[in-house]
């Protein structure tokens, strides 16, 4: 992986170059944006080009420090981890950060922090790295990603080039699933619009082994969910549990069911849902759910996704999302 198998994001890796060449490279980055929208990919082969002992402003694939970088070894390149699903702790930033940067590089130029999640550090860990990116050294080059930068210090964001991905054109991931994956025009359209511009929720459902049975699944829950009795509702938390190393696909699909309610209600046009086939079941319900009861049934299910995060028992969480959206 390097600049040149990024797709999309053209701008942003412009900018990367542009700054390797003008010899202006930052000491901290910010890159932002919903997760598989190409934050990681772009922040790795950064990373790798200014770790690459050719110093052009393309990785050259070739030399140890870009084969470290491929194997996941290399020395200068340091990912921070956290043992907490929901917190990365002043003590972690302090070891594999603070600490850690005061020894100079074993081998390159610079010596690379990549913080993923970033908003999940805490008050504690965002000061400790604040004192760091202040007053670096001149090899230290610290990356943050995250979802959401509001979460993040201001101090901390004044402190750092901030950079946003934006949506990939439908053409380039629909040329990508076809031409470089194999996936069927079919299975690639359904999920260029599921996916929204985001390669990597696009790429996560055409390449699912349970593609259809996943969407199949979702299809029969939503259809049937405001008749749903008691036992009806454990057939379905069966049926969610069945998928749940997709879980996230899951949900993300039951959400885009309500989106297409509310494109629908909006423009009256079946030719901008996703769910073309359920067109008279959507329509049904466009009739009888408001604007807000859409709404707080999308709530429903980003809290649902939170509740994952931490861990939570997801029978639990399918009963208490399935019997909220059953309400009107």
Sequence with gaps: MDFRHVVGHEDIISRFRSSIEAGKVSHAYIISGEEGSGRSS????????????QGGTDSCDSCPSCHQMDTGNHPDVIYVTHAKPGVITVDEIREQVVNNMDIKPYK?????????????MNVQAENALLKTIEEPPEYGIVIIITSNPDKLLPTIRSRCIE???????????KDYLINTLGISSEKANFAIEYAQGNLGKAIS??????YQGLINSVIDLETKIYNMDMEDIADAITGAEHYKMSIGEYLDLMMVWYR???VLK???????????????VISEQAK??????????????????????????????????????KEI
């Design 108 to 120: 390159s130029r610079y010596k690379i922090y990549i913080i993923k999640d970033g908003e999940k």
């Design 266 to 280: 909006v423009t009256g046009n079946p030719d901008k849902i996703l769910f073309k086939n359920q067109y008279s």
């Design 42 to 53: 772009l922040a790795f082969c950064f990373a790798k080009t200014l770790q690459c002992e």
């Design 288 to 325: 009888y759910l408001s604007f807000n009861e859409l709404e707080d049934k999308s709530k429903a299910i980003e809290n649902a996704k939170l509740r994952i995060q931490a861990n939570a028992r997801l029978d639990d969480i399918m009963r208490l999302l399935i019997l909220t959206l």
């Design 260 to 262: 297409d309610i509310l």
């Design 163 to 173: 950079i946003s991905t934006k949506p990939v054109r439908e053409k380039d991931i």
């Design 205 to 210: 459902l055409a390449t699912n082994e349970d």
